[in-house]
């Protein structure tokens, strides 16, 4: 599956939202969800489903649904 069907999954499911409102170009503000807790909930759910780990830089930089796609498919090829 690619990276952004499997980040589409996840954040669908951690924003409480259904999957095809999760768009590449997607950013915070659109998902009412999206605050603190949730964006913590969020890099924990990615690292689990891409088996990685997110420095703190890396997570604090998350702003939309690119910038999570892109840092994935870093790690993944990395």
Not at 19 to 29: F, N, P, T
Not at 36 to 55: G, V
């Amino acid at each position: 599956m690619p990276v952004f069907e499997r980040v589409q999954n996840v954040l669908a499911r951690v924003m409480q939202v259904p999957q095809q409102q999760v768009r590449l170009e997607s950013r915070k503000d659109d998902f009412a969800h999206w605050d603190s807790i949730r964006h913590l909930d969020l890099i924990m759910e990615i690292e689990n489903a891409f088996s990685c780990t997110l420095t703190m830089n890396e997570a604090t930089a998350i702003g939309s649904v690119r910038d999570v796609v892109d840092l994935i498919a870093k790690k993944v090829a990395a």
